[in-house]
């Protein structure tokens, strides 16, 4: 069993800046990657952001050059800038959780972010 407790979202203006970081607990060594999603109103979740225990990094295309994703084993941060009023959304920590052939998704409790002037 994984726990993931989010924290650092918030309301900031366009163009700003935020950090989001999450940290994981209970079973953290059976965790094979980690990263962040986020779901606005009446859209799909979406991924974001991802790395994997072998260190590999994917980010989608809509966030590609504005926010980065950094980790430290059971730690994971998403540092957003030129933050846009369409990142708005409820932001979500991911951990990817249990043998590689059976990967379990397991959740934080979401954090708000607010990009409005």
Known sequence: ?????????????????????C???GATFSIN?????R???GKE??????????DYTYYADSVKGRFTISRDN???????NSLKPEDTAVYYCN?????????MD????GTQVTVSS
């Open 95 to 103: 951990a990817k959780v249990g043998p590689s052939i059976a990967l």
């Open 74 to 80: 059971a730690k994971v941060y998403l540092q957003m």
């Open 33 to 37: 990657a980690m990263g962040w999603y």
């Open 45 to 54: 979740r979406e991924v974001l952001s991802v790395k994997s225990n072998d």
């Open 106 to 109: 397991y959740w934080g409790q």
């Open 1 to 21: 069993q994984v726990q993931l407790v989010e924290s650092g979202g918030g309301l900031v203006q366009p163009g700003g800046s935020l950090r989001l970081s």
């Open 39 to 41: 779901q606005a109103p």
């Open 23 to 25: 940290a994981a607990s």
